[in-house]
């Protein structure tokens, strides 16, 4: 039997609140789910532009992320040594042997402090990675001196040019600021590996990246390094590397978005109707 609209309407008019907050709550599950839903496509986004084709990324044999990898320095002199890295115009092999933690960084606006990556680079990390400063200089070897990624400047405190930014109980002098073509690196903090390896992780890399000579060489790099007997790695094409991570992190949010929305949405029905009686 189909209800009269006309009674709808009158229903309404002898319930505002009650048809308010009914109302209210779908329209707060459709936008937590919608804004969820964004914040995973935008991360997916942002990694998948963060890899190059062109480059590999090595971790110790095993590890899914470059958070679990630990690669020691006789290792990431081999790997260097590889001939089929490409070079650059100085002569010097594209290769990055690379830090990775997370550190907590204050904010910009309000108390309280957020995760941001710390990246130990080399000067190869440049080229290799296609990065390039915005303003002021790279960081000089030996000093504990960082550049910023450009879209976490405006969000975070002592981030300009000249700031000191104080993590692993160091001060470290802001000099500079960076852009990676919109990818999940404008959003670190770069320094020296080399001043990174004792405060933070020891004396081991998490990653080498290199640069291929021939990128159609990649199989037979793979096949190679990972079948010397002296080495314990794995190896990814960057670009095959960083899809994976976005797949994964995309998965996660998703399953928070449905679990979230699916909570409320439940709640919001009970709500709407305890306020009908």
């Known amino acids: 039997m189909k209800i009269p609209l006309a009674y709808n309407l009158r229903s309404i008019g002898q319930r505002p609140v009650s048809t308010a907050m009914t109302a209210l709550g779908v329209a707060l599950v459709v936008a937590v789910f919608v804004a969820m839903l964004a914040l995973a496509n935008g991360f997916r986004a942002a990694l998948v532009k963060t890899g190059s084709p062109d480059n590999v ?19 990431a002199r081999l790997l260097a040594a590889d001939p ?22 204050p904010r910009a606006v309000g108390e309280g402090v957020n995760n941001v990556v710390a990246r130990g680079v080399n000067e190869e990390a440049l080229a290799v990675r296609r990065i390039h400063l915005v303003a002021g200089r790279m960081f000089r070897s030996g000093r504990s001196e960082v550049i910023i ?10 981030t300009a040019i000249g700031d000191t930014l104080r993590f692993a109980g160091r001060d470290w002098e802001v000099v500079g600021h960076f852009e990676a073509a919109g990818s999940a690196l404008e959003s670190e903090i770069w320094g020296e590996n080399e001043q990174y390896m004792p405060v933070f992780r020891g004396q081991v890399f998490q990653s080498v ?21 002296r080495l314990q790695v794995q190896l990814q094409r960057e670009s095959a590397f960083y899809a994976g991570q976005s797949t994964m992190l995309t998965r996660i949010l998703t399953f928070l978005a449905v679990m979230i929305t699916s909570i409320m949405a439940v709640g919001a029905v009970f709500g709407a109707v305890n306020t009908m009686y």
């Open 84 to 105: 089929r890295i490409a070079t650059g115009p100085d002569g010097r092999a594209l290769v990055s042997p690379e830090v990775f933690v997370v550190v907590n960084v």
């Open 149 to 158: 990624g450009k879209k976490i400047v405006p969000r975070f405190a002592h």
């Open 57 to 75: 990324i090595v971790l110790r044999r095993g590890a899914t992320s470059e958070m679990e990898s630990g690669i020691s320095r006789e290792d």
């Open 209 to 229: 990246i290199f640069r291929l000579r021939d990128p159609a060489a990649f199989e037979e790099v793979k096949r190679t390094l990972e079948g010397d007997q």
